[in-house]
């Protein structure tokens, strides 16, 4: 073989090297272009979350600015989308009282949600004996001595969506929810069982993606 030949050679080795990259780049760009229209046509919306209701089994701060609390909190999650399902592969839910995380988070099980279906879950959530810091601690006891304390019901956690046969890659997901506890003779409370008070909230929470 010439030195010739093996340059002809090197050289359809290379143009069949670029022509399946340029192959793959086609394939790849159209693929992309492909389920960016379909996410644009079908206008996928984030699923609609309502914190229902929080039952309050303790909280209590002590000394040296400690906090011990366990909640039971129903949130539902509704899928507004035609053709459009969610998988929560993962979803975390805890409480927050000025900034500062004061319970556990309780990790709610995986699970799929189809077109315009709704999913409810009770998840409860608990701290025992958490630090909280001094500023907090005097907030907090000033707001249960005014009768009203806000928390925040907190779930993060990772989705995928679900287009017909294709599903996404995850997706960090936040949920914020408000709720408003009221104590004393500003009560809005049901008691059930023993020392649990019950509060019927009915928030919208706010959903970030």
């Not at 996410?39 to 979350?49: E, H, M, R, S, V």
């Not at 679900?162 to 004393?184: D, E, L, Q």
């Amino acid at each position: 073989m010439t030195a010739k030949d093996c340059g002809n050679h090197d050289k359809d080795r290379r143009r069949r090297f670029q022509r399946v990259c340029a192959c793959l780049l086609i394939f790849n760009f159209i693929l992309l272009l492909t389920i960016l229209l379909v996410w644009a046509i079908l206008q996928p919306t984030k699923p609609k979350f309502i914190l229902q209701d929080a039952t309050v089994y303790a909280f209590n701060i002590t000394s040296p600015n400690l906090l011990t609390s366990s909640f039971q909190v129903t949130l539902s999650s509704r899928n507004p989308n035609d053709r459009i399902g969610v998988y929560y592969d993962k979803l975390d839910v805890y409480a927050v009282y000025r900034n500062q995380q004061i319970t556990l988070r309780t990790q709610i099980p995986p699970t799929y949600q189809g077109h315009k279906d709704i999913n409810v879950w009770s998840p409860y959530i608990f701290g025992n004996s958490v630090p909280v810091s001094p500023y907090n601690a005097e907030s907090l006891s000033q707001d249960q001595s005014s009768g009203t304390v806000m928390l925040l019901i907190k779930a993060d956690g990772r989705v995928r969506w679900k287009v017909g046969s294709f599903i996404t890659g995850r997706y960090h997901f936040y949920v914020r929810c408000p709720a408003y506890i009221t104590f004393g003779t500003r009560s809005t409370g049901i008691v059930v069982g023993n020392n649990a008070i019950k509060y019927q909230l009915v928030q919208m929470c706010s959903v970030s993606v």
